[in-house]
C-alpha cells in the first residue's frame, strides 16, 4: 500500500473523531457568555421603628428562560457595596439595619450559565429618618 493510500485511508477516521470528539468537553467551545436584563422598578420600604426596623427591597420580576435569581447589594454610610442576599424571588428582606446609618441597595440578575446583569440602585436614605426612601421631596 502506498503512503499516498494510507493518508486517503486514515482521513476519515481522523475527520470523524474531530466532529465526534473523543468524550471530553471542548474548553474552546462557546457558551453562554450573555447576560441577563438589569431590573427594573426597584423600590424600598421601610417597616417598623428603632430597633426592629427592616428594609424591603422589590422589583420587577425577570422574564429570561435562564434566569437563574438575583444578588442583593447593600452599601452601608457610603461604603463600597457587599452581597447580603441571593434571591430567586423579586424581593429581600433585610433585617440586619440600624437606625441613622445610610443605606443603597443595588440588585443585578444572573442567570444559570452565572452571567450577572449590570447592578441597578436603589436611593440612597438615611433609616429612621422621616421620609419614604423613594421619595423625591
Known amino acids: 500500500m502506498s503512503k499516498r493510500s494510507r493518508i486517503l485511508l486514515a482521513l ?15 474548553p474552546a467551545a462557546p457558551g453562554d457568555t450573555v447576560a441577563p436584563a438589569a431590573v427594573l422598578d426597584i423600590s424600598v420600604t421601610v417597616e417598623g421603628s428603632g430597633p426592629a426596623q427592616t428594609v424591603t427591597v422589590t422589583w420587577a420580576p425577570g422574564s429570561e428562560a435562564d434566569l437563574a435569581g438575583y444578588n442583593v447589594y ?7 457595596a457587599t452581597l447580603v442576599g441571593v434571591e430567586t424571588a ?29 447592578r441597578v440602585a436603589s436611593a440612597t436614605f ?3 429618618q422621616r421620609h419614604h426612601p423613594d421619595s423625591h421631596d
Do not use: H, W
Open 90 to 118: 423579586n424581593n429581600f428582606v433585610d433585617t440586619g439595619v440600624v437606625t441613622g446609618s445610610t443605606y443603597r441597595y443595588e440588585v443585578s440578575s444572573v442567570d444559570t450559565a452565572g452571567n450577572e446583569s449590570a
Open 12 to 26: 476519515p477516521l481522523v475527520i470523524a473523531f474531530g466532529v465526534m470528539g473523543c468524550g471530553a468537553s471542548d
Open 126 to 128: 438615611v433609616l429612621g
Open 74 to 80: 447593600r452599601s452601608k454610610d457610603n461604603q463600597a
